[in-house]
């Protein structure tokens, strides 16, 4: 199978380029390198295309090499950059994609996979945890608005014109090559600062709790939605496991061997307190589970930011 995988030189797309390698697959990164890195990536094995989705010359690029799929995962990742500026968010996630979904339009592309996001579904009552696919959509932010409105383009380029899509939508991914963004991004700033012994802020009580995926169980989950027959629909990616940010510190003290120093800063507006997603979807449409245990995954990211991987 022919691959393109853009973003493919961030976070996840660095894992999943290596899963999709592992799988034999022909594998080409398009990729602007304006917060993804190009030493990310394997040293070779695939294709690298330094451009931008949102550019012309991407989407002739793209249309030429009639691609089998495009796994798509690049555009603007954070709730914060967009609340600052909603045209840019607007620009990278939603014009981008439609650029990208021209190109597998008139180039007879099979299929589509999206990275979308838990924060579509928005601040909802804990009585609709975990939250499942069927859920309405009421995203808080241009983020995760903008992520919703590429779920409904990739709808309608199914009806108008017969092109295939799986949506996933992820919990908190975490893991390697992570940087301090994103939303899996307190993963990350805990586990550098750890590394270097130093101490942790959080802010507000501790008690709010995310749905943490290690990136490799992501890049699995991403492959299987390459080839599922159950296509046209969305899929949570999560370990339907709500873990609290103290018992993420705790898990971290198990691993460094010593107490973590906690200061407590005010909670942050629009922060949702309680997030766990339903995974039964995926289980059942892509054959797919989680594998990778918090610690596990923790120990991966540690080792990694200490050098040692």
Known sequence: MRVLVTGGAGFIGSHLVRRLLSLGYAVTVLDNLSTGLRE????????????????????????????????????QTTVDASIRDPYFDAEENILGTVNVLEAARVSGVGRVVFASTAAAYGDVTEDALPLREDLPLAPMSFYGLTKVMVERYLAL???????????????????????????????????????LGEGLTIYGDGGQTRDFIY??????????????????????????????????????????????????GPARAGDIYRS?????RAKAG???HPETSLETGLRRTVAYFRGEV
């Open 286 to 288: 892509l054959h797919w």
């Open 40 to 75: 990310h990536l394997p040293a070779s094995g695939f294709t690298f295309w330094e451009m931008d989705v949102r550019e012309a010359a991407a989407r002739r690029a793209i249309a030429a090499e009639h691609f089998d799929a495009i796994v798509h995962l690049a555009g």
């Open 157 to 195: 380029y199914q009806a108008h014109y017969g092109l295939d899509y799986v949506v996933l939508r992820f919990a908190n991914v975490y893991g390697e090559r992570q940087g301090d963004k994103g939303e899996g991004g307190v993963i990350s700033i805990f586990t550098r600062r750890a590394a």
């Open 215 to 264: 990136a490799g169980d992501v890049a699995d989950g991403i492959a299987a939605a390459l080839v599922t027959e159950q296509v046209n629909t969305a899929y949570n990616l999560s370990t339907q496991t709500e873990t609290s940010l103290l018992d993420l510190v705790k898990t971290l003290e198990h691993i460094e061997g010593h107490a973590i120093e906690v200061t407590h």
């Open 276 to 280: 766990v997603l339903s995974n039964a």
